[in-house]
């Protein structure tokens, strides 16, 4: 059984960094992409970042894109999301999942029934 453990939020200013860690358990395909996705109070659920696990290329938000990197160690089975010049409208809920979809550049998230963890917190402040 997967498990997806997030870390690494908190709260910042505007302008500053933070690095998100989402640990995995259990076994997941390389065959699947792992992605970072957020969800605001009140809006819709939104991908920010997307790696396939087996390695290749990474995919990104219009809106995070220059500012975010996302990276994998997998000796570590952990996924990293460095955060980069944050603004206001970056504070969220920020969840690792699997697996993630790249179509047409838009990062789909998996159903609710896939591999998702509890998420972590992040606040930017003004």
């Known amino acids: 059984q997967v498990q997806l453990v997030e870390s690494g939020g908190g709260s910042v200013q505007a302008g500053g960094s933070l690095r998100l860690s989402c640990a995995a358990s259990?076994?997941?395909?390389?065959?699947?992409?792992m992605g970072w996705f957020r969800q605001a109070p009140g809006k819709e659920r939104e991908g920010v970042a997307c790696i396939p696990v087996g390695g290749g290329g990474t995919y990104y938000a219009d809106s995070v894109k220059g500012r975010f990197t996302i990276s994998q160690d997998n000796a570590k089975n952990t996924l990293y999301l460095q955060m980069n010049s944050l603004t206001p409208e970056d504070t969220a809920m920020y969840y690792c999942a699997a697996p993630c979809m790249v179509v047409a550049g838009t990062l789909i998230p998996p159903a609710d029934n896939y591999y998702w963890g509890r998420g972590t917190q992040v606040t930017v402040s003004s």
């Open positions: 259990g076994y997941i395909s390389s065959n699947y992409y």
